[in-house]
């Protein structure tokens, strides 16, 4: 048995995937729950495409010897498939084996919010900031949870808390808009926006920064369309275009939505008809 499962690493190693596969279901013919047979079978299924072939027999392999290396590829397989409460079962059999390691906790929490085990996910994360109170993601996921649960007090709450850890982080500011949107305090939300977005200003931007300040700045334009700002909806769109002119197709079309729900007619027509002479 040793022999194949040898055979089938080095065929592995070597790019032979077909002889792996072939070694590996040879031990297997000796050894129906052989552990290093199911697993590197799973592997090739897995980069084949059959994912869900490839869980069931990670599943098979980890039941005879569980461990927190197996039970994680187990997970991460069921999150290829957004199976995300098996993948959550198997991060927190994962935890178990492994004495709390708190990377694996933050990933059986994240899964857990996935698969909308919001209470689930909220006990996690509370434990990790008990842990690691200057665990900014986990405080700043709090927020989020807790205002997706319509529980404004303990959004501020963790809000607060994650602006103490780092007031100047995008995440964190972003959050606060966002927060301040949802409880439907729009001048306050916009005017954050507008902070957000200037904070963001340099002379000369890293691809990174770029990226970054196009993000917000279109987040702000939607969110001057929205609430009928559409001049300066307009002026939003129209930076992007300056600043990463790839952008100005996408743009344009934001810009002929802005006039269009302005109800300015003929500037939304101008502007396609224009957009649509220069295809």
């Known amino acids: 048995v040793e022999a194949w499962v040898m055979l089938g690493r080095l065929s592995k190693v070597g790019q032979d995937n077909a002889a792996s596969e072939k070694a590996y279901k040879k031990v297997l013919e000796l050894d129906a729950d052989n552990e290093d047979a199911l697993t590197g079978l799973a592997m090739a299924a897995a980069e084949s495409g059959d994912v869900a072939g490839a869980a069931a027999m990670l599943e098979k392999a980890s039941s005879k010897n569980p461990n927190p290396r197996a039970m994680a590829q187990l997970a991460e397989m069921y999150e290829q498939m957004k199976d995300f409460r098996n993948a959550a079962k198997a991060w927190q059999k994962a935890l178990d084996l492994s ?57 501020r709450d963790f809000a607060k808390k994650a602006r103490e850890l780092d007031g100047t982080n995008l995440d964190v500011r972003f959050n606060d808009v966002v927060l301040l949107e949802t409880e439907g305090k729009t001048t306050e939300a916009l005017a954050l926006m507008k902070e957000t977005v200037e904070s963001t200003s340099r002379r000369s931007y890293l691809p990174q920064e770029k990226s970054t300040r196009v993000m917000l700045l279109e987040r702000l334009g939607v969110m001057q369309r929205t609430y009928e700002q559409f001049p300066d909806a307009i002026k939003s ?43």
């Open 99 to 155: 004495g709390g390691n708190p990377e694996i906790k933050r990933q059986l929490a994240n899964n857990l919010v996935m698969g909308d085990q919001l209470d689930d996910a909220i006990r996690v994360y509370e434990e990790l900031v008990e842990d690691e109170p200057k665990d900014l993601g986990s405080v700043l996921r709090l927020s989020q949870i807790y205002r997706q649960k319509k529980n404004y007090d303990k959004a």
């Open 237 to 279: 769109f129209e930076e992007i275009m300056t600043l990463d002119p790839a952008t100005s197709s996408k743009m344009q079309a934001q810009i002929v939505e802005t006039y269009h729900q302005a109800k300015d007619f003929t500037k939304a027509c101008l502007l396609y008809t224009s957009d649509a002479a220069d295809e």
